[in-house]
């Protein structure tokens, strides 16, 4: 069980500024999010489109936007207090706790408990979970079924010096594809089959071209077909797939699948916590970012209050109200002055540059 000052629930923007605001407070926050990187959207779905629309960065990327969001919250964030890959399942509320002690523990899928005196939400349109792809007939969670590529870790990857099949048919399947065509041999594998369901692809031209050139030099394969059945050891590894094809049913043997079909936000538990929602928001006050429930705030594109507007420049004003509640709640007695980062020694301490 890790004790913190704060939990926060989501590492895409308003979580990463979140974390830097409690930070310059003086108070202490753990992050997590289902995602194996952190940037929320920003990373999940346009990295690399440009954003024109925040103040004083004239153009940035989503991915170079996370970039500076981490290096920003460096001072209080460390790979220790960053919990990627866990979905937070369960929050609990201790009501025999005073408000302001450790009375909300969050419980992760991944078995991870942290104890927290106050809690962020910060989970945009909820955690972007993978896609799964219908494996008729499929029983529990194979081991060589995956849905992310291995991290480049220069550990070998599970599926390496094997036959992996990857599907789908869009971006991300060929970017995997091709990531793998590329990958050191401690990490390669050593086939690679293209499962879609038809000779058509919905990426990006230059990720098109790119995969039937591999296709044409013989480096991977397509396999057109749509799964019907699944064969499985009996410790239930994945052997084989039964695909429909044009002139029938035929087997597909494989070592390892890895599935790429994008990933798709899932509000799931979240709306089980007693957060009084509206419409899959939590609805907060506009003046502290607090949700229904004492101690719990909420900030970015999952809250809703008058005038709410899904904007990055809004999630940062939110999470910077939100910290300055946080602080007036967990120290009552002590004033709440408003310090520069320009001039204030304590804040310059706290960032490491006095
Ligand atoms: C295509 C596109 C373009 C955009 N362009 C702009 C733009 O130009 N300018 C602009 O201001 N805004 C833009 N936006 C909106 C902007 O991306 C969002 O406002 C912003 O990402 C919201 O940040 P957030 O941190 O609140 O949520 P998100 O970015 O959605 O991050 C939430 C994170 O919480 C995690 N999470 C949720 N539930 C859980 C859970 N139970 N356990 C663990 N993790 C969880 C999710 O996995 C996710 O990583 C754009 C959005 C899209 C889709």
Redesign the pocket.
């Known amino acids: 069980m890790i004790h913190t000052d704060a939990v926060v629930?989501?590492?895409?923007?308003?979580?990463?500024f979140q974390v830097f605001q409690l930070g310059l407070l003086g108070l202490q926050a753990h992050v997590?999010?289902?995602?194996p990187e952190?940037?929320?959207?920003?990373?999940?779905?346009?990295p690399d489109?440009p954003?024109?629309?925040?103040p004083g960065l004239p153009a940035c990327t989503?991915r170079s936007l996370t970039a500076q969001l981490l290096d920003q919250a460096s001072p209080f964030l460390d790979a220790d207090r960053l919990h990627l890959g866990?979905?937070?399942?369960r929050l609990e509320v201790s009501a025999q706790v005073p408000l302001g002690q450790h009375r909300f523990t969050l419980h992760?899928d991944q078995g991870l408990a942290l104890c927290a005196r106050v809690v962020f939400?910060?989970?945009?349109?909820?955690?972007?979970?993978p896609r799964e792809l219908a494996l008729p007939g499929l029983k529990g969670r194979p081991g060589n079924l995956h849905h992310h590529l291995h991290a480049d870790s220069g550990a070998p990857a599970p599926w390496a010096g094997q036959h992996l099949t990857v599907a789908g048919g869009g971006d991300e399947a060929l970017h995997a594809v091709l990531s793998l065509l590329q990958a050191p041999s401690p990490q390669a594998p050593a086939h690679i089959t293209l499962l879609h369901r038809r000779d058509q692809f919905q990426a990006e031209p230059a990720l098109d071209a790119a995969v039937r050139e591999a296709m044409q030099q013989g480096r991977m394969h397509l396999v057109l077909g749509v799964p019907q059945s699944v064969q499985q050891a009996d410790d239930g590894r994945l052997l084989a797939i039964d695909l429909a094809q044009a002139d029938g049913t035929h087997t597909h043997p494989t070592d390892h699948l890895l599935v790429q079909l994008g990933l798709s936000?899932?509000?799931?538990?979240?709306a089980d916590w007693g957060l009084p929602m509206a419409r899959k928001q939590v609805g907060v006050d506009p003046a502290t970012f607090a949700s229904g429930v004492p101690g719990v705030f909420a900030?970015?594109?999952?809250n809703t209050y008058p005038g709410k507007k899904?904007?990055?420049?809004?999630?940062f004003h939110e999470a910077t109200l939100a910290a300055h509640a946080a602080a007036a709640l967990l120290n009552p007695d002590a004033p709440q002055h408003l310090l520069y980062t320009t001039t204030s020694p304590l804040l310059l301490q706290r960032l490491g540059r006095a």
Do not use: E, H, S
């Open positions: 629930i989501g590492a895409g923007p308003a979580g990463l997590v999010d289902a995602l952190p940037g929320g959207q920003c990373v999940a779905l346009y489109k954003i024109y629309d925040i989503g866990q979905q937070v399942t992760t939400v910060a989970a945009g349109a909820g955690a972007f979970l936000p899932k509000l799931g538990p979240l900030v970015g594109d999952i899904r904007l990055l420049l809004c999630a």
